[in-house]
């Protein structure tokens, strides 16, 4: 057992039955003998916009393989014949389509600002549904981390490690249907894998920082009878701290950046309403913006710039709390609803319009925007009203996705300096594509 990990808690010898769930994370070893027999997890879908373009679904695959901590698990023995996919250039040092094509589901996408890794059905059979890949879009290149029977979930990458949950792993004497969620640490450097967890409940989409990963854990209800609570565990000490109670209504769209994790969830002294919360890793503390309204969601934050969508009865908007400095600015100011979606390099942030398509959020039809908040500049991305998907703009790549169907989609990355929409300080440069000839996103796909 690794300094990572817990013993187990004598809340397995129960042996309780988990609840199918989407990115369903559980620390399992031992526990004693007792089975733990069920699949895995438990929750409902997310109500707000999502940190990841597409999150995983609610079900998971049974298998029977087993591997050791610290194990690769592609290799002899893998069923999958589809180890890599090209990726396609199509303008010459400036646009490429990366191997995701929308032939096989893609259930979840993260990126550090040079890979994009991905959970995808490519490998699919009756007893695996996903495996996980990277690309470098400076070699141009992909990378399994992970190809074995069994599902494995979301991932969540941070420099040189990607942080995901494995299905892989059963107890000795289980049934082969029995598998088990754990949290599994990917080295990109050295190709190598380390479980993590080691316990008897699901602990579910892992939000990774490099030091730091929050997740949603069932540990009070192992049968997934009721909502999950938000969790932080240090990787160094394995020492855990509660961020939020299940009572709360946790929403799915938590975020996590180098010193804060921020989310969306019921105040336990105004239940009837939504507030934001983020909590300062440093020095251990939490705190909330006060909004108190039900017309709220979706918190991203990035360096200690946090964004969310509020609307005041007409239309949702784009807000900002400079933590550092406590001030509170409105980004947007639209009679349509303006969605914000991701923020990345402290000071860029993608949004959804949806003056052009005359739409209102949930619907699938608006225009991408990039937000600059240090200078207050922005530019239309898009000549078509669609259904855009966007990972966290960095200084270079601009990593988009075309949506459509059930989990199906084509991704691109687009060098943004090449393509004049950034500077070389990552600065938006201003363009109006209504009187000017800018640089846009083009939709390729059906």
Known sequence: MSSHQKPCSSRCFVCPVFVAAAVTVVWWVGCGGCGCNGSNGAGDKDSGVDGHIWEDSATDSSGHDAELDG????????????HTLPHEEIIPGELYRLPPTGEHKVYSMDWNGTQVAYSVDRCGSDIRERDIYYFDVNSLEETPV?????????????????????????????????????LVLH??????????????????????NGTHVAYLSYEHAPDGSEPPDLKLLELASGDEIELADHTQNIQRTYDIAADY???????????????????????????????????????????????????????????????DSGTTEKVTDSQHDQIVHTVGQEHLAFVFDYERSGLSFPSQDYDLWIYDLDTNEARRLTNTTARWGTLEPSCRWLVYLEAWGEDRGVAYAWDAVAAGVLDADCHVIPCDPQVETCAMI????P
């Open 146 to 182: 992970v190809e074995k029977t069994h599902s494995q979930h979301s991932a969540s990458v941070w420099q040189n490690h990607i942080i995901y949950t494995d299905y892989g792993y059963i107890e000795p004497g289980e049934d082969p249907s029995d598998s088990h969620g754990q």
């Open 261 to 323: 994790v921020t989310w969306q969830a019921q105040p336990v002294e105004e239940p009837n309403v939504w507030d934001i919360f983020y909590h300062h890793i440093p020095t251990g503390t939490t705190d909330r913006l006060h909004r108190s309204t039900m017309y709220l969601f979706s918190s991203d934050v990035s360096g200690s710039n946090l964004l969310w969508n509020e609307s005041d009865g007409t239309a949702y908007n784009v807000y900002l709390r400079r933590l």
């Open 442 to 445: 083009e939709w390729r796909g």
């Open 71 to 82: 194990q690769v698990d592609a290799g002899p023995g893998s069923d999958c014949t589809i």
């Open 187 to 208: 080295n990109m450097d050295t190709q190598t894998n380390t479980r993590l967890t080691d316990d008897c409940w699901s602990r579910i989409r892992p939000a990774f």
